[in-house]
């Protein structure tokens, strides 16, 4: 059986928004690639909103924690790319992003600001490890 410690840290801030360590032991190593806001058909899903964006992706990471037997609970960490990122984005993404994390303790987390992603129509891609037996 999979588990998965969420440590505070004495001297580092507990933020509730991401874990500052994770460890895992599990049978086996999820690793998803960045997911972008598109549907089955590729389709952009929230053109031009960040928080529909967000959503659309988190679900996609869903689809994919669930392909390998994994669900939210087991990712222990991700990495978040936002286009054009300013300090004000973060809860926008946050709220969008904490959704799915709702009763559990988050997962380690990195957010990169970048100047574009690999198509123009997307403003964030996630991309996540996950732990699971």
């Known amino acids: 059986m999979s588990k998965i ?3 505070r840290p004495s ?8 874990s ?6 599990g049978a086996r190593t999820v690793y998803i690639s960045g997911q972008v806001s598109t549907d089955e ?5 929230g053109a031009g909103d960040l ?11 869903g689809m994919a924690l669930k392909a390998a037997g994994a669900s ?31 009763g ?3 997962p380690a987390s990195t957010l990169v600001g970048v100047t574009s992603l690999a198509a123009p129509e997307w403003l964030i891609e996630i991309e996540a490890v996950a732990v699971a037996d």
């Open 51 to 61: 928080a529909a964006q967000t959503t659309q992706v988190m679900q996609n990471l």
């Open 72 to 102: 939210y609970r087991d990712i222990v960490k991700i990495t978040t790319f936002v286009v054009g990122y300013k300090p004000e984005l973060r809860p926008i993404i946050g709220k969008a992003r904490s959704a799915f994390f709702e």
């Open 5 to 7: 410690d969420h440590l």
């Open 11 to 18: 001297g580092l801030h507990h933020n509730p928004a991401y």
């Open 41 to 45: 058909e590729g389709r952009v899903v």
């Open 104 to 106: 559990m303790e988050p």
């Open 20 to 25: 500052h360590v994770v460890v895992a032991s």
